[in-house]
């Protein structure tokens, strides 16, 4: 069946059965618009599954998003009239994703456009600038490692998560309760094992750790 004579319901249904697992997300706002969100990892396998939807699949364009933290790539293909975009992110700790140029030659010059003015690095794309001039490092559309807490809500959201008690003590009243010979850190009852891990638990389902952007290995911020 050619994409002509498809709808988003019938794309999106096709590219489900593609895609399984894969899909974190798949949406259908309108009839001309199928929209799906994958991890980085499965970004060339989705975008395989569109273009195998139609011979006349038609790369349209990347955008680029500077969230703060990550950088959200979306990927527009034409079937025909109906506009398919995949999603993905990127956290800035590692600013790398597969290039696509294999499956959409197109692809090759808004990559090195969005590698010169954001900093992504694409697996497998040469090397050549595209806007900056050679010797140009600087990422203009990049903004700084930026979070959803204000400087002095940091620390308690770090303590909420790490100790569950939203009233971390400082290191001037560590070294004090030290000198009198107290424990350096006073019982809490909050700060049992059980009441931690429900309390991160908690936070994950309702996507606290996410919005704030809490490395849950590293019990830090990915901010400073």
């Known amino acids: 069946m050619e994409c002509e004579s498809m ?3 019938e794309i999106a249904e096709r590219l489900r059965t593609t895609l399984g697992y894969k899909l974190i997300k798949l949406e259908t706002p309108t009839d001309r618009r199928v929209f799906l969100t ?4 499965d970004l060339e396998d989705a975008m395989k599954a569109v273009f195998d939807l139609s ?10 998003v500077d ?3 990550d950088i959200e790539l979306l990927y527009h293909v034409d079937l025909k009239g109906t506009v398919v975009t995949v999603r993905t992110r990127i956290p800035k700790e590692e600013m790398e994703i597969l ?4 499956i959409a030659p197109a692809a090759e010059f808004i990559e090195r456009e969005v590698r010169d003015l954001f900093g992504v690095e694409f697996i497998g794309l040469r090397p050549d600038k595209l806007v900056a001039p050679e010797g140009y490092e600087e990422k203009p559309l990049r903004k700084p490692m930026v979070g959803a807490l204000p400087t002095q809500a940091r620390p308690i959201a770090e303590a909420l998560l790490d100790s569950a008690c939203s009233a971390p003590i400082s290191k001037a009243m560590m070294r004090k309760r030290e000198d009198l010979g107290l424990p350096a ?7 049992r094992p059980e009441a931690t891990e ?5 936070a ?5 750790t996410k919005r704030i952007g809490y490395n849950e290995e590293k019990k830090k911020l990915r901010y400073s």
Do not use: C, N, W
């Open 7 to 9: 709808r988003a319901s």
């Open 38 to 41: 994958i991890k980085e990892e």
């Open 55 to 64: 011979r006349e699949a038609r790369f349209m364009t990347l955008s680029a």
């Open 67 to 69: 969230e703060g933290l």
């Open 99 to 102: 290039d696509i140029s294999h």
């Open 185 to 191: 850190m006073p019982p809490i009852a909050t700060a």
């Open 198 to 202: 429900e309390i991160r638990k908690i």
């Open 204 to 208: 994950k389902e309702i996507g606290f």
